[in-house]
């Protein structure tokens, strides 16, 4: 089981910046994708950037080049940096980890990020 807790939302004016965390205990962090989603308000939930295992990153179109994903295995957290908000980022983040050989998901309980003048 693994436990996955956020942190580091907030109000940020519009061409801000935030940086979040996701801490996770409970397994071995190295061998699970880690990923954050978001979803907004009536809105499904969507994949904002992941970082695999080995260290690949990929991240959805809307937030190339503001945003950037990172992992430190040792510390066993996963950091997501976002700059140049927009009011369209406003959503609540999700903290996902996936395990690379069972594919069993697990989920953090979410942390609001509002972008707003």
């Known amino acids: 089981q693994v436990q996955l807790v956020e942190s580091g939302g907030g109000l940020v004016q519009p061409g801000g910046s935030l940086r979040l965390s996701c801490a996770a205990s409970?397994?071995?962090?190295?061998?699970?994708?880690m990923a954050w989603y978001r979803q907004a308000p009536g809105k499904e939930r969507e994949l904002v950037a992941l970082i695999a295992s080995t260290g690949g990153t990929n991240y959805a179109d809307a937030v190339k080049g503001r945003f950037t994903i990172s992992r430190d295995n040792a510390k066993n957290t996963m950091t997501l940096q976002m700059n140049s908000l927009k009011p369209e980022d406003t959503a609540v983040y999700y903290c996902?980890?996936?395990?690379?050989?069972?594919?069993?998901?697990?989920w953090g309980q979410g942390t609001q990020v509002t972008v707003s003048s």
């Open positions: 409970g397994a071995i962090f190295s061998i699970y994708h």
């Open positions: 996902n980890a996936r395990n690379a050989w069972s594919n069993s998901a697990y």
